[in-house]
């Protein structure tokens, strides 16, 4: 029996090649899309997971509410860890981490690294396992953890254990042991370092363990077997008020709200399970992903697998009319409800099987492009792992059960006599039907809103200016084997006087996101005639507001022919106005609340972070504890090809062995809205397959209609109906559809993006006509699918379609 079930529906199927060609389109296309979205999905929430541990691993933070939003950070001074350790006995291990890149030396070779500096514990910690060399590693602090990546390239096939590397630390060298080879890290692991020193090894350490104010390291812990995490998080409050009394008087000074727990400040733990997402304390280095972006890519491939099983139904549907005969004489030869059920669920098996092999394959075929235009890393080999087998396996019998259940439910609900007097196409559409529409309309005009607003937000934030010179300033981060003042001084003298250069200049960090990937910030605060002050600190050389044209707006710039520069300070407008001066320029500002500091000038605000904050107060200084990472050069705007080839050439002479990453500022402020363009081109893709399957579905439907309505249209046209009525007759129900849906899909397209828009301080505001031309595009889309099928029965032989009924 089940044999003659398949050979029947294959013969089926090759019957109806152009409406099973349609269907298995439609659901290989969903499967394809879907498929690579839900592997993203499952690769982003996997981080980190391989940590046999994890549900005991937590991060610290500090939590404030200054100006009624409370603030979180993970940044601590450095004698939280040895205070809090030898203070409470429930923590097991605690390490501190802080990230660094350095030039890693051995014999005549040199590699650019990134070392992290953590304590001895961090291996008790997180699950990192040891490859060759000690077990227990970073038991001296002259050990050096590497990688097996960095085991190879420096030493080849040779033991890397007991070798001793050099390590570049300010102007000189430092040697260490290397004790200990550690696997790579996975690809989903949010360490991902080269290496790991002791912490002791930070510059300044001895002083910075006296240091309570200065914050610039993370810290993880784990807790005895026997403690409760939400009993030792409410314990640290004694903790805050021993070590932190300083903070803690300023901020009832300044009007601060007490945070949760009723304190001013309070110490907390974040569960490093969720540190992938952790986005307000900012995770492992600052770097975490937007927990909402992700359950997205989940929502839209659950909507595109949601279209093509609709879709699936409405051609079987349509298809059922043309099958109803046979239906019926099914029936009369006594074939029972269960022999029809099983004959068209095994035709759904089939189709889904054949659409499931060639959206596998689709999905292998597109998979580079996924991965280079989404920035993602899956493979095709994730969805064999025994977890996302299942899954495949499980929305593949819920597909078809959808998919096959209710087509074959109307075809047995058939009467036979009706049936065999071919009484069946005269049956009026159903509201299953129209729904299944709406639906499908409904998802792909709010993937369009959601489009073109991402795209609107987008454009703006490119173009909107941000009060600096972005597109005629080149960006090149210096080298890590040099010196940044004397590679600075160096350059300017290898350029001066070169007519297309209008300007040089250094700084500590850079603007926007560069080729190196590098992002950091510097806060101070300080107390000024009894209130504190908070604002972004970067360390720059002279002509910086000139080489970047930036607008001073009084006073002036740092110069080469002051030597007083290096006790002076810039302001932006911002700063210069919590001073509550009438004369800002002039004014002695207590710099580090014990470096008095004279503003000698101010400069207008400009986004010197992206859009998605607002300006905030910002202080310039030329301080020799910030290294120049950065060297700026403006050029002329009338050849930038050429000026760029211009300067990369004069950089090599300068530097023969440093490497030339620079990037166009440009570049560097458009990378700051990568997720938000990821996400945009998620949207367009989605938006595009949506239309494409709804469109196959909504031709079907056109086609069933037009079958059902065969002779009233022959009779119309021999009444003397034009063919633009008769083609307004059979889409004007379907347009009606599609404009009900669009409404539907307006408040809460609108709703979802004011929602996404909230992330950024500078934004679009949404406007009614993208709502209108997103309905607009559908009705077009819609009426153009429609028309295909209503003018061939518009045109047809009237005679033909009377005889035919």
């Given at each position: ?12 199927l ?75 006995p ?46 227990t ?6 050990e ?57 090894n ?63 400040m ?112 899956i ?8 977890a ?8 593949f019998?819920?597909?078809?059960v ?7 439910l ?30 499908q ?6 993937l369009?809103?959601c ?24 960006s ?17 003298n ?69 030597a ?45 972070r ?9 202080t ?24 760029y ?31 938000e ?57 379907f ?28 934004r ?9 031309l ?27 379609s009377?005889?035919?009924?």
């Open positions: 029996m089940f044999k003659n079930y398949i050979k029947t529906a294959w013969r089926n090759l019957k109806g090649k152009v409406f099973n060609g349609l269907n298995i389109l439609g659901l290989a296309v969903a499967i394809a899309s879907s498929a690579l979205l839900l592997l993203t999905v499952h690769f982003q929430f996997s981080y980190d997971k391989f940590h046999k541990n994890i549900d005991n691993i937590y991060q610290l933070y500090f939590s404030t509410n200054r100006e009624g939003v409370v603030e979180k950070t993970g940044s601590m001074p450095v004698p939280v860890t040895p205070a809090i350790k030898a203070e409470y429930e923590i097991k291990n605690i390490s501190r981490l802080e990230g660094g890149v350095t030039t890693v030396a051995y014999g005549d070779k040199e590699l650019e690294e990134s070392i992290n500096f953590v304590d001895q514990d961090f291996f008790k910690i997180f699950t990192i396992p040891v490859a060759a060399g000690s077990k590693p970073l038991v001296s602090q002259n050096l953890v590497i990688t097996k990546y960095v085991a190879k390239a420096l030493f080849n096939n040779a033991d890397p254990v007991g070798k001793m590397v050099r390590m570049k630390f300010g102007e000189g060298y430092k040697s260490f042991i290397v004790s200990s080879v550690i696997e790579d890290f996975p690809e989903n692991s949010s360490i991902n370092a080269d290496g790991f020193i002791r912490f002791e930070t510059p300044g350490y001895q002083q910075n363990l006296k240091v309570w104010d200065n914050r610039n390291h993370s810290v993880f812990l784990s807790l005895t077997d026997n403690a409760d995490p939400a009993v030792f998080e409410s314990k640290l409050g004694k903790f805050v008020k021993a070590h932190f009394k300083e903070d803690l008087n300023n901020l009832k000074r300044d009007g601060a709200k007490p945070v949760a727990n009723g304190d001013l309070s110490l907390n733990l974040a569960s490093f399970k969720d540190n992938h997402f952790n986005t307000e304390v900012g995770g492992v280095e600052g770097y975490a992903v937007n927990k909402t972006s992700i359950i997205g890519l989940l929502v839209i491939a659950i909507f595109i697998l949601i279209i093509a099983c609709i879709n699936f139904i409405n051609l079987a549907v349509a298809r059922s009319f043309t099958r109803a005969r046979e239906v019926g004489v099914r029936k009369t030869l006594g074939a029972g409800k269960w022999d029809l059920l099983s004959q068209f669920w095994t035709e759904t098996i089939m189709v889904c099987l054949i659409a499931l092999a060639i959206g596998i394959a689709l999905a292998s075929v597109i998979l580079p492009y996924f991965n280079a235009n989404f920035k993602s890393t493979k095709l080999g994730m969805l064999f792992h025994p996302q087998l299942l899954t495949l396996i499980g929305l019998l819920l597909i078809t959808i998919a096959g259940f209710y087509p074959a109307l075809m047995m609900r058939y009467k036979t006599v009706q049936v065999l007097k071919g009484s069946v196409s005269t049956a009026k559409p159903g509201k299953v039907r129209n729904i299944l529409l709406v639906v309309f409904s998802i792909a005009t709010l369009t809103i489009t073109l607003i991402t795209r609107q937000q987008i454009n703006y934030v490119r173009n909107k200016p941000l009060g600096f010179n972005k597109s005629e300033v080149l090149i981060p210096i080298d890590h084997g040099l010196n940044g003042a004397q590679a600075l001084q160096l350059f300017r290898q350029v001066a006087g070169e007519k297309q250069i209008v300007g040089v200049t250094g700084a500590y960090r850079n603007l926007g996101l560069g080729n190196d990937g590098s992002t950091f910030t510097s806060i101070t605060g300080f107390n000024y005639k009894g209130h504190e002050i908070r604002s972004h600190i970067y360390s720059v050389s002279y002509d910086y507001l000139k080489t970047l044209d930036i607008k001073l707006l009084d006073g002036r710039e740092f110069s080469k022919d002051f007083s520069d290096s006790n002076a300070v810039l302001v932006n407008q911002k700063m210069a106005s919590l001073l509550q001066v009438n004369k800002p320029v002039g004014t002695m500002v207590p710099y580090d609340d014990k470096h008095p500091k004279k503003v000698i000038g101010v400069f207008a605000d400009y986004n010197f992206s859009l998605h904050d607002k300006i905030e107060p910002l310039l200084v030329m301080d020799k504890e910030f290294p120049i990472n950065y060297v700026f050069v403006r050029v002329r705007p009338n050849s930038l090809s050429a000026s080839d211009f300067i990369k050439e004069k950089w090599h002479q300068t530097f023969p062995n440093a490497d030339f990453n620079a990037s166009w500022l440009e570049q560097n402020t458009e990378k700051q809205y990568r997720n363009q990821r996400l945009a081109n998620i949207f367009n893709s989605a938006s595009i397959i949506a239309i494409f399957i709804s469109c196959i579905g909504l031709l079907a439907m056109s086609v069933m209609v037009i079958l059902q309505r065969t002779k009233e249209i022959g009779i119309r046209k021999v009444l003397g109906a034009s063919v633009s009525r008769i083609v307004l007759l059979v889409s004007s129900e347009i009606t559809l599609v404009i009900v849906a669009a409404i539907i899909a307006m408040p809460i397209a609108w709703w979802l993006m004011d929602q996404w828009l909230q992330n950024f301080a500078y679009v505001s949404i406007q009614w006509w993208v709502f209108a997103a309905t607009l595009l559908a009705v077009i889309i819609a009426a153009l699918t429609i028309s295909v099928q209503a003018i061939r029965a518009a045109i047809a032989n009237p005679v033909k009377i005889k035919s009924e």
